[in-house]
């Protein structure tokens, strides 16, 4: 599709565990972003990619979260540890530069239990 | 003190009307941009509008428009001839400073809008 693209939809894990979700952008766009949002909240920021390098990671919460982006197309937020609090959905982001306008994914919904 | 405040948590308006949803914002940086995005309960963020901070004009966008009251520190949108499909959840979202730094957004706690028949 044309669309940022997200997997999984749904995670669900048990405390202490690892995840990985991945995030494909719209193809061409160098900027990827991660938000997280909890229920009832918006969404808050975690890390922005322009191409490979992580621009800004001053919205990852711990040192537990980790966000890759090797070629500089998909990225992946690595969560080590996981804790209950860890709980929301996953949304990532793509523009075509660092000034356009965001194009969000549906999210990954991360359930630890 | 919250960057991005709207008050309301819940909208109701009827079919064919137009309907404000507030925000008010809170920066000392004289550069930054407003934002508004629509979500549907599919989950993704939708854009709708957006404001710069020298922008003379209030921003418009077919039905949406941005009533930016800079000295209220106001970014109110309105949306006109509402929509069945307009029912979802808004959020008004502000980035600090210029854009070249990437559009690191602040993001309020959302309005939901429910449109009636």
């Known amino acids: 599709g044309a669309g940022v693209s997200q997997t999984p939809s749904n995670k669900v894990t048990e405390k202490g565990k690892y995840v990985e979700l991945r995030c494909d952008p719209i193809s061409g766009h160098t900027a990827l972003y991660w938000y997280r949002q909890s229920l009832g909240q918006g969404p808050e920021f975690l890390i922005y990619?322009?191409?490979?390098?992580?621009?800004?990671d001053s919205g990852l919460p711990n040192d537990r979260f980790f966000a890759v982006r090797p070629e500089g197309s998909v990225s992946t937020l690595k969560i080590q540890r996981t804790e209950r609090g860890d709980s929301a959905v996953y949304l990532c982001?793509?523009?075509?530069?660092?000034?356009?306008?965001?194009?969000f994914g549906e999210g990954s919904r991360l359930t630890v239990l | 003190a919250q960057k991005i405040t709207q008050t309301q948590p819940g909208m109701f308006v009827q079919e064919k009307e137009a309907v404000t949803l507030d925000c008010t914002y809170d920066t000392s940086d004289p550069s930054y941009g407003l934002f508004w995005y629509k979500q549907p309960s599919s989950g993704e963020m939708i854009f709708l509008i957006y404001q710069g901070s020298y922008d003379q004009q209030n921003a418009t966008e077919g039905r949406y428009s941005l009533n930016f009251q800079k000295a209220r520190k106001s970014a109110n949108l309105v949306i006109s001839a509402s929509q069945l499909g307009d029912s979802a959840m808004y959020f008004c979202?502000?980035?600090?400073?210029?854009?070249?730094?990437?559009?690191?957004?602040?993001f309020g706690t959302g309005t939901q809008l429910k449109v009636e028949l």
């Open positions: 990619f322009q191409g490979t390098g992580a621009a800004d």
């Open positions: 979202a502000m980035r600090e400073g210029h854009a070249g730094g990437g559009n690191k957004l602040t």
């Open positions: 982001a793509s523009s075509q530069s660092n000034t356009g306008e965001l194009f």
